[in-house]
Nanobody
Framework: QVQLVESGGGLVQAGGSLRLSCVAS????????MGWFRQAPGKDRELVAA????????VPIDSVKGRLTIARDNAKNTVYLQMNSLKPGDTAVYYC???????????????WGQGTQVTVSS
């Protein structure tokens, strides 16, 4: 059974940084994309960043480009989201997810974590 466990969320002031981590377990995750989504209150869930097994990555939301970086440690089955220069608009529940294949633009994922709250105060 695949499990994804996120950590690293919390409360931070605007301009601060956080690093989210997500550990996957339950199978071998070669040829899988790992991604981070977020959902703010009253808004749809959106893909923030995704990364392939090889390390090809994308940050699809313009508002976070240059501030958020995704990285992956395949030996640890872990994906990270480094978030710098955080803004109140980044406040959301952040979810880790995983899907088979190499399409980093896709938004239909197979497995999801429980989410971690990120709150940015002004």
């Amino acid at each position: 059974q695949v499990q994804l466990v996120e950590s690293g969320g919390g409360l931070v002031q605007a301009g601060g940084s956080l690093r989210l981590s997500c550990v996957a377990s339950g199978r071998t995750f070669s040829n899988y994309v790992m991604g981070w989504f977020r959902q703010a209150p009253g808004k749809d869930r959106e893909l923030v960043a995704a990364i392939t097994w090889r390390g090809d990555n994308a940050v699809p939301i313009d508002s976070v480009k240059g501030r958020l970086t995704i990285a992956r440690d395949n030996a640890k089955n872990t994906v990270y989201l480094q978030m710098n220069s955080l803004k109140p608009g980044d406040t959301a529940v952040y979810y880790c997810a995983i899907r088979r294949g190499t399409n980093i633009a896709a938004t239909n994922y197979d497995y999801w974590g429980q989410g971690t709250q990120v709150t940015v105060s002004s």
